[in-house]
């Protein structure tokens, strides 16, 4: 019990001499030294709030406009036209203010009147400059002389080094798209997935939706945008999120991986501390807004909302729906190792540990012989079943006493971090260890880890780790942002010293972790163990297969003169063709980060285009006829891409028509036929920010990427990445108990698709080189 003497601050007893105080000076330090940071963290919230408040402007451009005021007036000049008069005959002054003061105080108040109005104007151009999107769809390198006004115009009115939040105020609305615009893009995505009987059936429902009631859907959310920031994202994040009553693990949680050839440290507790460090200095760069907000040929901001909820943050189980809490900046970790919960201070005296103070105390948790408490070695696995019995034993057994502050614990943590005993990753004589690190990472054994937290990070016992995300709260674009600076800044920044340890010095007045308690009631036992068996039956109906594809990359596709997303993205529809022998309703995210709370959108990969190129290819059309079709076919996957990003989609508009009458309580044929096609194929990309690794001079420090979950029954979920320009990397989900899919055999698919199409666009393509595995090797940096 020392930790808990340690926390208290003072502690009397009586005697018959009197009252004897003693007073704990480390605990009185802890508290003045937790209140300075928390104040220290209140004031550069403040000054951040007006730095970006008065953005593009800055504060010191008001003593510009007060002084250049002043000096006009000085010249017997009246810049205000009368007006610093009109408000010196208003000004409540006292008698004892001079005229001469009078008027230097009326010019003050005019002048920051003026600098308002300014910064107003400024923003409000901008916001419209924002809104101009025609040079996405302008080819690439060719740039018109309206666009290149326009790129000047932004820069002007952007202002200088803003903060992560400095542009929010001046991003335009998302716009809700014309109700014929909709659905004719809709009928012409499910063209040709349907014959002419069902395809007019279609033509039909379209029609009637859009002269009845789609018109009064549309002014209801139309009414809904001029209210709200954005009209999809909130409705998004409850429905497709929030009220999901299945379970979250596999079906909504992804993953993201580590470095395929190369371990750092293969000394868990060691990496555990480098990067658990590298967590918080990016949460300190996070909360003062240093972070770089996301610019678009470096100019054209995106939305930086989704950052906010990134730390300390949990998804809270209801009846009938979730809610994501979040909570001020903790100073602590919930860490989980051999069933049991430990909290894991990471501050001590106001300071962040030190890597090697961070990896001294994860080898005490490591080191700890206590066994678990009765019922708490797989508590985690009620984060992976269905969220209506998580609810419900939530509320019954975890709302008072020891069980309520240790569940507190957890979900009010920075973040969850799970220690596991096994070995994973890559190892180079086995190629279907990348499958198992990835399910690992996608579902662990169901119990240990925590699926409600913003994201779960996993350190294997050789040094290997992972991250899994909660979905609701962000996208990946947001979590492979900070997943790619920690592990920049583990190797390139903080390094290991020659024995694989963290670098530094060990404070040995350090607190030890402390374990939770827990008091689990039999019957709250047999809770979780009915979760269990939901998560682990559907965990193995997981078939996960992961590969990097080293034939070419990016730097190749590029010398045909087509977009490296859609050139996978027409593999990907060749190989399905050849998997199934049909094409399907295909989902590739993208994002409408150019728009406030802006999400993702969906792009429609499957097209009249891209059928057609996929039939003359296998149908042995000569080769001349399929490249002309191919970059038809690619183009349009562009055009739809652009379309989406720039919020002309369709699926979040029929999402949110379908939402809108489900509120008015009426039904229609035609949203209802829409919300009902299943996504058979759904693909996603995972950035690469490359600007934090050096791939010329490093190239072994790649990750493939992440993954996620099936998304239906009887069809793959496919995430892919752009490693550099030689590398790309597939992960594939589908599932066992359906006898039509195979992961490896679609992995096979896809690869002798992407070499069938680089043969086509190089007819003089050489022999590709065979797929090998660099060799794995400890870098001592």
Known sequence: ???????????????????????????????????????????????????????????????????????????????????????????????????????????????????????????????KLLSYHRWMFEKHGKMSNTTKVWVALVRIFSGRKPLLYSYQGSLPNLPVPAIKDTVKRHLESVRPLMDDRQYEHMTKLASEFESSLGNRLQWYLKLKALWSTNYVSDWWEEYVYLRGRGPIMVNSNYFGMDFMYVTPTPIQAARAGNSLHAFFLYR?????????????????????????????????????????????????????????????????????????????????????????????????????????????????????????????????????????????????????????????????????????????????????????????????????????????????????????????????????????????????????????????ALASDVDLHVFSFQDFGKGKVKKCRVSPDAFIQMALQLAYYRDQRRFCLTYEASMTRLFREGRTETVRSCSNESSAFIRALEGGEAAHVCRRLFHEAAEKHQHLYRLAMTGAGIDRHLFC???????????????????SEPWRLSTSQSPMHVEMFDLVNHPEYVSCGGGFGPVADDGYGVSYSVLGENILSFNIACKLSCTDTSAHAFGAQIRKALRDLLQLLIPNQTEFKTEEKRPEAKKDL
């Not at 003497?5 to 802890?30: C, K, M, P, Y």
């Not at 951040?48 to 005021?69: E, M, Q, R």
């Not at 028509?657 to 919300?675: A, C």
């Open 284 to 536: 300190r760069k996070l909360n003062k807004e240093e972070l770089k907000p996301l610019l678009l040929r470096s100019a054209v901001p995106c939305c930086s909302y989704q950052f906010e909820r990134m730390f300390d943050t949990c998804r809270i189980p209801g009846t009938l729906t979730d809610t994501v809490q979040h909570w001020q900046d903790s100073d602590y970790i919930a860490v989980y190792h051999r069933g049991r919960y430990f909290r894991l201070r990471v501050y001590q005296a106001g300071r962040l540990l030190s890597p090697r103070e961070l990896e001294f105390q994860i080898q005490r948790i490591l080191d700890d012989p206590s066994p678990p408490s009765k019922g708490e070695a797989k508590l985690g696995a009620l984060t992976a079943g269905d969220r209506i019995p998580w609810a419900k034993a939530r509320v019954k057994y975890f709302s008072s006493g020891v069980n309520k502050r240790s569940l507190d614990c957890i979900e009010k943590a920075s973040f969850f971090v799970s220690l596991d005993d096994d070995d994973d990753g890559v190892t180079a004589d086995d190629p279907a260890s990348l499958d198992s690190y990835a399910k690992s990472l996608l579902h662990g054994k169901c119990y240990d880890r925590w699926f409600d937290k913003s994201f779960t990070i996993i350190y294997f016992k050789n040094g290997k780790m992972g991250i899994n995300a909660e979905h609701s709260w962000a996208d990946a674009p947001v979590v492979s942002h900070l997943w790619q600076h920690v592990l920049s800044t583990d190797c390139f920044q903080l390094g290991y010293n020659a024995e694989g340890h963290c670098k530094g010095e060990v404070d040995s007045s350090l607190p030890q972790p402390q374990k939770l308690n827990w008091e689990i009631p039999p019957e709250c036992e047999e809770q979780i163990s009915q979760s269990l068996a939901v998560a682990q």
């Open 1 to 127: 019990m020392a930790e808990a003497h340690q926390a208290v601050a003072f502690q009397f007893t009586v005697t018959r001499e009197g009252i004897d105080l003693q007073l704990s000076h480390q605990a009185l330090t802890e508290i003045y030294l937790s209140g300075v940071r928390s104040w220290k963290k209140r004031i550069i919230g403040l000054k951040n709030s007006v730095i970006t408040g008065v953005y593009p402007a800055s504060p010191s451009s008001w003593l510009f406009v007060v002084i250049a005021i002043l000096a006009t007036m000085y010249t017997r000049s009246d810049p205000s036209m009368g007006l610093i008069a009109k408000i010196q005959e208003h000004l409540p002054v006292s008698q004892s203010m001079s005229t001469q003061c009078q008027t230097l105080v009326s010019a003050v108040l005019f002048s920051t009147m003026l600098w308002l109005l300014l910064i107003f104007t400024m923003r409000m151009c901008l916001k």
């Open 657 to 675: 028509l379908y939402v809108m009458s489900k509120y008015l309580g009426v039904e229609s044929p035609f949203l209802k036929e829409v919300q």
